[in-house]
């Protein structure tokens, strides 16, 4: 019997199939269709919250691919005994990319001069920059490590990676405790959020947080929207005391007249840190080596449950 795989997209379906693959063009965002039974999904993170229950009604699944690093949202819905891999290496050049397009365009007030530009009027501006700056980035995981490499290049004042534990990388670079961010966080001109949602990271960044952020200080989040508590965000960007960048929200997605579209100091885009064609190009590279891998018999590579 073949391998039958469940995949989003026809491309994807041409790329993984082969002898010994049977693939199914199925997207989890297809609402009203039912899930057709398959030994394996390949499946990006769903759109829509009330897709997600979508995996526990796949009979026969055996194994699930993501194409995307995170995979928290997939546990509640899995069902018993069915492993999950990631994309890892793939996605995680792609965010810290885009992470440092939104620490620039922020620092260097992009959207207002964008503005200017719509209404044809010439007010060079005088911004903050990240050269001398003090970022702190919150997540040394591996996107919070290429974002780390590649703010190095400005010249900030301290580059602060903070991670559930203190450590120190083989290139010397100190990684501190998240329970030294009492002591940290005055000192950040940025803060760079990079963490999974986990009941550990959930809310992290609250009031207690951004108040000991100084005035001024930029708040950029590529990691996930829960790990910010929105209102406490929100009460500081009012305020005009706090600026931010945003590729994730909570919630997400972030609907129509919710206050963060028009918060003032506030950048978002629509979580698309990791969506670039050289992403595609790795993560389909993944998707098949796994999926080869599996026709074969042998365990899922990038296991992470």
Known sequence: MPLRVLVPSAALAEAVGGPGVEAVVWHIDDGGLPAPEADVLITERPRRHEHRPRIAQIAGLRHVHLLSLGYEWVLEHLPAGVTVSNSRGAVEDATAEHGLALILASLRALPTAVGQQRRGEWAPLWTTSLHGSTVV???????????????????PAAIIPVASRARTTGAGLRVHAVDELPAVLPRADVVVVTLPHTPATERLVDEKFLAALPDGALLVNIGRGAVVDTDALLAELAAGRLRAALDVTDPEPLPAGHPLWGAPGCLVTPHMAGNTDEFLRLATGIAVEQVRGLAGGRDPIHRVV
Request: zero cysteines; hydrophobic letters at 35%.
């Open 137 to 155: 980035v919150l997540g040394h995981g591996g996107v919070g490590r290429e974002v780390v490499s590649r703010l190095e290049p400005f010249r």
